[in-house]
């Protein structure tokens, strides 16, 4: 079971919000398909509920950088991951900012309705060799940017471009391929 997969996302994740909504010492619940969990987890659960059951037999998750993790059935094929204020301190006070994050955030921020260029611009500061891809015309996005070589992250940033507004979505590249296969 690869655990330390699975804080590494939760980290990213609540650094995210941090920088997107603010910091506030709470505690914090993160939703994760089953398929995405165990590919986080590198394991194989034939339901939820055997999922919970394997994460709360477990030993390490009483005791990891953003406290002691919680692990419920929320649904069938949803798991609810309860991290206490412990986790959303430690991030907000041991883990920095990534520059490429916060500069698309700020882009997104500050300009409702970006462009695919502007978008783009903003990756390529960070890495020339970024991809950008056009979604085929029945998928949820329009547009997916990542950086093959995962740096500066590994994240696949899943854009719509609808009404004079733009959204992106991150996503794992296995959550991102399960979704386009």
Known sequence: MNKDS??????????????????????????????????????????GKELVALLKEEKGFEETVLGKIHFSLCREERIEVCIPAAGAVYVHEQVPNPPFLESVIELFRNNHNLTIEEICACFVKFNEHYQCEKMESEMDFDYVLFFPDHNPDSWYYCVKIEMEHTIYHRFTEADYYSFVS
Do not use: H
């Open 6 to 47: 699975l804080i590494d996302n939760l980290t990213e994740q609540i650094k995210e919000a941090q920088l997107k909504l603010g910091y506030a010492e709470e505690t914090i619940r993160l939703y994760f398909p089953v398929r995405s969990m165990c590919a986080l987890l590198q394991i194989e659960a034939k339901s």
